[in-house]
């Protein structure tokens, strides 16, 4: 059964969906939209429904579900019936969820599952509990909250790739190096967050720190350690579709800079003050990566 317009209802169902996921990230991310406009058209719209998962799930409990008065118990419905629906949707191909009906439709075309899916939500669940992290939560943590994320947009780009007869290897390398980026985004967005993060919501995502007397010495093993996942992720950059590498080099660019800046701000400003990447220099940013990537005609 055809629509007026000529496309079949499930059609225009996922292209309302992808609007309303566009919509979402407009409303919340304009780095990531920044660096989601390098991207070619299929790209961007695949990101750009995984990221608005991820945010829908970030509001569940660390946003709009507190705020509209929901317990942490209901906020714990709340994700689980989330991942329940991603999960089914997964399987058939259809959310009456808009969100997450264009997740779905992303997921099932790059060929991502429960693999990734699951280890996110328990992350995000994790958030719920207000118990301190142990040191040996973080990696586990790290690896559902950002890591797959990384994992889910590397099988994006991978979509439509001709067969090459390195695939195994190269393959290896770009996850190797998805994980390390999305890694070091946590961390560093965990450095810029541990004021609010700790008087605001009790949490310390480095529990070798004590935020209530965060040190120089503190400050400097934290950067080198995302200096290092980022360089992991820098050497996989070439393996990466063109259509794709301007928009990653764009984002390791952005995190570049603000880790640079975290490095140059007293370890007292950095519990004191958010960190942040001036908008003139994300363009700058932006334009360099485009360019030196062969994309700058885009």
């Not at 709340?78 to 997921?107: C, I, K, P, Q, W």
């Amino acid at each position: 059964m055809r629509g007026r317009e000529g496309a079949s209802m499930l059609a225009r169902y996922s292209d309302a969906a992808t609007a309303s996921s566009a919509n979402v990230i407009a409303h919340y991310s304009t780095s990531f939209g920044a660096a989601a406009r390098l991207l070619d058209p299929d790209a961007r719209r695949r990101v750009r429904s995984v990221y608005a998962l991820v945010r829908v799930a970030d509001e569940i409990v660390d946003g709009a579900a507190a705020e509209a008065g929901l317990s942490p118990e209901q906020q714990q419905q709340v994700l689980d019936g989330l991942e329940t629906e991603v999960e089914r949707a997964m399987a058939t191909g259809y959310s009456a969820n808009l969100v997450v009906h264009a997740f779905a439709e992303v997921a099932r075309e790059a060929g991502f599952g429960t693999e990734l899916t699951r280890p996110f939500f328990a992350s995000m669940r994790r958030d719920l509990d207000p118990a301190p992290f142990a040191a040996s939560e973080i990696g586990p943590y790290i690896h559902g909250s950002a890591e797959v994320v990384g994992l889910m947009c590397l099988a994006v780009f991978l979509v439509g790739e001709p067969a090459r007869p390195d695939d195994d290897t190269r393959r290896a390398r770009l996850e190797r190096g998805a994980i390390h980026l999305g890694a070091a985004f946590q961390k560093i967005n965990f450095l810029r967050d541990l004021a609010v993060d700790w008087r605001t919501l009790g949490r310390n995502y480095f529990p070798a720190v004590d935020p209530d007397a965060f040190t120089e010495a503190d400050k400097a093993a934290i950067l080198d350690d995302i200096e290092r996942d980022l360089e992991i992720a820098r050497r996989s950059l070439p393996d990466l579709p063109r259509r794709a590498r301007a928009a990653v080099s764009a984002a390791h660019g952005l995190f570049a800079s603000l880790t640079a800046r975290c490095r140059a701000t007293p370890a007292s400003e950095i519990i004191a003050t958010r960190i942040r990447v001036p908008d003139g220099e994300k363009l700058a940013i932006a334009v360099r990566s485009a360019l030196g990537t062969g994309g700058g005609r885009r």
